[in-house]
T-cell receptor, first 115, second 114 residues
Framework: DAGVTQSPTHLIKTRGQQVTLRCSPK?????VSWYQQALGQGPQFIFQ???????QRGNFPDRFSGHQFPNYSSELNVNALLLGDSALYLC??????????????FGPGTRLTVL | KNQVEQSPQSLIILEGKNCTLQ??????????LRWYKQDTGRGPVSLTI?????NTKSNGRYTATLDADTKQSSLHITASQLSDSASYIC?????????????FGTGTRLQVFP
């Protein structure tokens, strides 16, 4: 039973570039959430996807966008990268919203460094 | 404003000793509270999850408590091991319609030395 997987594990970009991060949810999960975690801080919620639609969104600018595919995998896109976007990006999957036991399982993260 | 505060920010203990981490929250409406362990550069791993009606839950050497009246939780680690060195994050869920919104604490960084 595969857990949550993310790719790539590490990524280095320069300011102004665009980046795409990928996530495959845990088997049986169809909801994917993305988080940004700066060094020494707790994760900050970016957005959540369910049924290929963005269901919730945190306080992140429009430079952050996402997509969910029919197989429930998801992408996080960040445009016009800033130095402050350097962080660990975490993907978490869960069962559909509204179910009692919709615990989120986290992937290993993608470490993004913007130079 | 929904907030989760953890203390201490960091903690150093010797192997074999016990320790207790604290979490205070102002989250409404409350759905559940979870403790996660996060190794450096890795994703968080769930230790415990408690709903409003539960006041204690154990997972091996980890025991979490919840006082919903005072909005406090603690995570007690017994007989610490070197592998317990990690950040421990308290996460409180606020029930928003048919889904939960997770509010994360900034974590307690635990270092266990031999």
């Amino acid at each position: 039973d595969a857990g949550v997987t993310q790719s790539p594990t590490h990524l280095i970009k320069t300011r102004g570039q665009q980046v795409t991060l990928r996530c495959s949810p845990k088997s049986g999960h169809d909801t994917v959430s993305w988080y940004q975690q700066a060094l020494g801080q707790g994760p900050q919620f970016i957005f959540q996807y369910y049924e290929e639609e963005e269901r919730q969104r945190g306080n992140f600018p429009d430079r952050f966008s996402g997509h969910q595919f029919p197989n429930y995998s998801s992408e996080l896109n960040v445009n016009a990268l800033l130095l402050g976007d350097s962080a660990l990006y975490l993907c978490a999957s869960s069962s559909p919203p509204g179910l009692a036991d919709n615990e989120q399982f986290f992937g290993p993260g993608t470490r993004l460094t913007v130079l | 404003k929904n907030q989760v505060e953890q203390s201490p920010q960091s903690l150093i203990i010797l192997e074999g000793k016990n320790c207790t981490l604290q979490c205070n929250y102002t989250v409404s409406p409350f759905s559940n509270l979870r403790w996660y362990k996060q190794d450096t550069g890795r994703g968080p791993v769930s230790l415990t999850i408690m709903t409003f009606s539960e006041n204690t839950k154990s997972n091996g050497r980890y025991t979490a408590t919840l006082d919903a009246d005072t909005k406090q939780s603690s995570l007690h680690i017994t007989a610490s091991q070197l592998s317990d060195s990690a950040s421990y994050i308290c996460v409180v869920s606020a029930l928003m319609g048919d889904t939960d919104k997770l509010i994360f604490g900034t974590g307690t960084r635990l270092q266990v030395f031999p």
